[in-house]
């Protein structure tokens, strides 16, 4: 039994001026082969005008443990959003 | 279904009372239609019995290639040459989102080539069907792909994202498979007599078994009750069977040709297709390895695999080497 390739993370940009969007992962040795990987794997009807790979072991995520530090903050911070504001209703376009 | 036996590691499923606090926190997110993803806390039973079900679905994605690859060389126009080409390519890209999503579990890939080479893995008992003819290519795109489409929609919403998210994609491409299998059919029908009797001949041969993928009836299918709660499978495989019967009869009469099966009949109380007894001694023999093909597929993996050896292993040592020379500069 071999040991595994390394594992790539595989984002897409579509046509439409999207950002990248993480579609799955391949395996591959090396970046050139990790890109004709995602290119066969996840872009067999033009979904993408782009693609990137990343190596798997390279990317940082929060961890769901700190989600109440990181996310916290910003939930009590209603007058970050627009209906937090009163205009009078005879004001057009705003 | 194409993972017809999952093991989820419990009889009906665990209660309120013997869960954890976490475990129950865990269930109160999947009733809520919270997705669970690869780093939140999950019971070990959940991630056991996913890995499972998911590398299972894949493994039937990729042994589903070799009833069709069989026929690749001898399609009878270069039309149909690149149909089936294009959807036995899309097969392999089924398997490879779908071990994707079993590797961010903590599964290996390498893993579960082994266990699938080994013996040890299950694959949908379909696949151990021989392509005797070339109508057998209509009838896998119509019924086969019928009736993984007909599982696979109501996993676009199972609790496990990357699990569903894999499902969307295979969604979107597996209608193209279905629809070209009819179409293949709707033309032999109306060929020579000769051909419209090979059509009705792979009906005959591919109907049971298709019926056969949606897994073992409802009281034989001890690990159910446990997957529905946590929302990896949506649907029993009797319900699903029958959603099947139901949409494929009409299209078999549509093409003129006749299911295989004396006692059906439509159902006017229950508005559904009444259907003879399934065979479940020869869906239980090919699950057990004893089916026409398993051995055939099994053997073709390994040699794919083990001739494929050299190519890994240059491809790999090429890498190594490469980066030692940047390494060095
Ligand atoms: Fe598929
Ligand atoms: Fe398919």
């Known amino acids: 039994m071999s040991k595994d390739w390394p594992l790539w993370e595989v984002f897409i940009r579509s046509k439409h001026g999207l950002s990248h969007k993480h579609v799955g992962s391949i395996h591959a040795t090396d970046a050139e082969m990790a890109m004709n990987n995602a290119r066969d794997v996840y872009t067999r009807r033009n979904e993408g005008a782009s693609i990137w790979v990343v190596p798997s072991a390279q990317i940082v995520s929060s961890a769901p443990g700190d989600k109440e530090m990181l996310f916290d903050p910003s939930n009590d911070k209603v007058y970050r959003h627009p209906t937090f504001y009163e205009v009078p209703s005879d004001v057009e376009n705003m | ?329």
């Open chain 2, 1 to 329: 279904m194409y993972s017809q036996f999952v093991d989820t590691g419990a009889q009906g499923k665990s209660t309120g009372q013997d869960a954890s606090e976490q475990e129950r926190a865990f269930q109160a997110r999947i009733d809520e239609g919270i997705s669970i993803e690869p780093k939140d806390w999950m019971p070990e039973k959940y991630r056991k019995t996913l890995v499972r079900q998911i590398s299972q679905h894949a493994h039937s994605e990729i042994v589903g290639m070799l009833p069709e690859g069989n026929w690749i060389t001898r399609a009878p126009s270069l039309r149909r040459k690149l149909i089936l080409l294009a959807k036995v390519q899309d097969e392999a890209g089924h398997g490879l989102y779908l071990y994707s999503a079993a590797e961010t579990l903590g599964a290996s890939r390498d893993e579960l080539l082994d266990a699938l080479h080994e013996g040890r893995a299950k694959y949908s008992s379909i696949f151990n069907y021989p392509t005797l003819t070339w109508a057998d290519i209509g009838a896998i795109g119509w019924l086969v792909d019928g009736a993984a489409i007909m599982n696979q929609v109501p996993l676009c919403r199972c609790s496990y994202g990357p699990y569903a998210r894999a499902m969307v994609r295979v969604c979107k491409e597996e209608s193209f498979h279905q629809r070209q299998g009819y179409e293949l059919l709707l033309e032999m029908v109306n060929g020579t007599d000769d051909q419209k009797a090979m059509a009705q001949d792979a009906l005959n041969r591919w109907w049971w078994p298709s019926l056969m993928m949606f897994g073992p009836a409802d009281g034989d299918s001890i690990h159910t009750q446990q997957s529905m709660a946590w929302k990896i499978k949506r649907h029993t495989n009797d319900e699903l069977r029958q959603r099947f019967i139901d949409q494929t009869v009409p299209q078999a009469h549509y093409l003129g040709l006749e299911i295989p099966d004396p006692d059906l009949r439509w159902n006017e109380e229950t508005g559904h297709y009444d259907i003879g007894e399934i065979n479940w001694d020869e869906f239980w023999n090919v699950v057990n390895g004893n089916g026409p093909c398993n051995r055939e597929r099994l053997a073709a993996r390994r040699k794919a695999y083990e001739d494929g050896a050299w190519v890994r292993e240059a491809a790999q040592a090429y890498a190594d080497k490469q980066q030692q020379r940047r390494a060095a500069a």
